[in-house]
């Protein structure tokens, strides 16, 4: 008999990691909230500001820093918090820590 409920236990712990890889556990910003628009750049005014920047939106399981890495192809060439200045920078009244599922922010483009 334990070893029958160890082995079901084992199966669920198994299925709880695999709904938590694919799926995930937190939810997209439109779920929470269907009402609203999903993406801020189209509700805030366009930012003026000489820091190059592209627009991306966030998915499950980034970061800021896995945003950027990705959009350059390599690691960071400039220190952690460069870029989280240059982040709030960019997103005025923003968070870099408690960025949304699903919505679209600017980050800083160290590309050139």
């Known amino acids: 008999m ?3 409920l160890g082995f079901l236990f ?5 299925y709880v990691i695999y709904i938590d890889l694919t799926v995930g556990t937190l939810p997209s910003y439109s779920a929470v909230n269907p009402n609203q628009e999903t ?3 189209e ?4 930012i ?3 820091i190059p920047s ?7 399981g980034q970061t800021v820093i896995s945003i950027v890495e990705h959009q350059l192809g390599k690691s960071l060439p400039v220190s952690i918090s460069q870029l989280i ?4 920078k960019l997103n005025p009244d923003k968070d870099p820590e408690k960025i949304q599922i699903g919505i679209t922010y600017h980050f800083p483009d160290y590309s050139k």
């Open 48 to 50: 003026k500001t000489v």
């Open 2 to 4: 334990k070893k029958l």
């Open 54 to 60: 592209f627009n991306a939106e966030v998915k499950p």
């Open 39 to 41: 993406s801020v750049s």
């Open 10 to 14: 084992a199966v669920l712990v198994i």
């Open 85 to 88: 200045n240059d982040f709030k």
């Open 43 to 46: 509700n805030t005014p366009k």
